[in-house]
């Protein structure tokens, strides 16, 4: 029989549907003249993603990549780019969005990506930031939420692909 595992609320549904809505206002303020293309860093970031780009109030386009590094609550600190973008976004303002940002490696990883494609601005939104030891400064940052050391999920977030589905974030015990 699988164990039953422990969980501890950390956000409810009205918390992280203010945070984002605040955070597609401030994007929209930032984006007034020209049409941003927001990347979804699959698979983590879909629901994340999904109510972000309904809580803005800008035109916008989107784009769809996928990353893998983790297994069970450990990353393996080997990023594999399992599905590339598909437009070109030279001379484009480029927001990646991704779910959480832990030790920074595949945000780094990403954003060196990108440096390489000429686009207009990178931006990065992280619906959560675990606080700690990451040593470069990331640029144009819009974060939901800082949490602990500790592993979450729900709302999108796994543990071995499973309780993605949760509609809030809990503490996995
Ligand atoms: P990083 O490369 O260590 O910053 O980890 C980034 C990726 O690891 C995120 O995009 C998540 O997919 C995954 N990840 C990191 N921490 C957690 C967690 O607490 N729960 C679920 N996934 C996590
Ligand atoms: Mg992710």
Redesign the pocket.
């Known amino acids: 029989m699988k164990k039953k595992p422990n969980f501890e609320i950390l956000f409810n549904k009205a918390q992280i549907q203010k945070r984002i809505n605040q955070i597609g206002c401030s994007i929209s303020k930032n984006f007034t003249t020209e049409i941003p293309i927001l990347v979804c ?1 699959l698979n ?1 970031s879909f629901i994340f993603f999904a109510d972000l780009i309904r809580s803005l109030s800008i035109d916008c386009e989107i784009d769809f990549l996928k990353v893998s ?2 297994r069970g609550k450990k ?1 393996t600190g080997k990023i594999i780019l399992e599905k590339d973008i598909s437009f070109n976004i030279s001379g484009r303002h480029i927001i990646i969005v ?10 780094n990883f990403l954003l060196k990506k990108f440096k390489e494609k000429n686009c207009r601005s990178i931006s990065v939104v992280a619906m959560l930031k675990k606080s700690n030891k990451f040593n470069f400064q990331l640029i144009n940052e819009y974060i939901g939420f800082e949490i602990k050391q500790e ?3 729900g709302f999108g ?3 071995n692909q499973r309780f993605r589905n949760l509609k809030e974030i809990y503490i996995l015990k």
């Not at 991704?98 to 945000?107: A, F, H, N, V, Y």
């Open positions: 860093v983590g590094s983790y990353t991704e779910d959480i940002i832990d030790s920074g490696k595949t945000i592993f979450v999920v977030l796994d543990y």
